[in-house]
């Protein structure tokens, strides 16, 4: 629609997942038409966020050293610990401010059609954390969608072998939704009324 570079850009920010192609053209005119636009800033932050950030050796959340902030902080409860599929969940959660445990990022959830399965999760690395007895309850946080549940039920299934008291968010969240839309007063909720699996 609009010649070299313009299109261009509009076609590399379409590419952003829930980014189409008029919030492409929108955010391609405003860099275009805003002279305090500090393009230098944006285009040195997106060359440095693939060198400087990495995962979380504990959790798997996005931090720029070995441990993320949340991990390194000691005031965190750590016979808590609140299972999410990305690292978006949790700064969907935090927002909240309703929990003050740990977290585990699985890394996504179990999608047969995808052909995800639990092996391509973190979840061997959540049973190495729950081994030595400091957790006392693990709050199933997926989302509650299709792959949600089912990775919520196959963990909690997993679970039951040892003496960990097993929860999931409350309902109240919209089925089909993603935590990371969903506002804070309802993932506040959804949290209060977590109930035992």
């Known amino acids: 629609m609009y010649d070299g570079i313009v299109q261009e850009l509009i076609d590399e920010f379409g590419r952003l997942p829930g980014i189409g192609p008029k919030s492409a053209q929108r955010i391609t005119f405003h860099i275009l038409q805003t002279p305090t636009f500090d393009v230098a800033r944006l285009a040195e932050l997106l060359s440095e966020i693939r060198t400087r950030v990495r995962f979380c050796e504990i959790c798997g959340n996005v931090a720029e050293q070995d441990r993320c902030a949340i991990c390194r902080d000691p005031r965190r409860n750590p ?9 978006k969940d949790v700064a969907a959660i935090e927002r909240t401010r309703e929990f003050r445990g740990l977290y585990h990022v699985l890394g996504g959830a179990i999608s047969p059609i995808a052909g995800i399965g639990p092996d391509d999760l ?31 039920s196959y963990l909690s299934r997993l679970l039951t072998t040892m003496q960990i008291t097993v929860s999931r968010l409350a309902s109240g969240l919209p089925v089909g939704g993603d935590l990371e839309y969903a506002d804070e007063v309802t993932l506040g909720r959804a949290f209060e009324g977590r109930r035992v699996l």
């Open 79 to 87: 016979a808590l610990i609140c299972v999410v599929e990305d690292a």
């Open 122 to 152: 973190r979840i061997a690395q959540l049973m190495s954390r729950l081994a030595d007895g400091t957790v006392q309850e693990v709050i199933l946080a997926t989302n509650p969608n299709l792959e949600g549940e089912a990775t919520a």
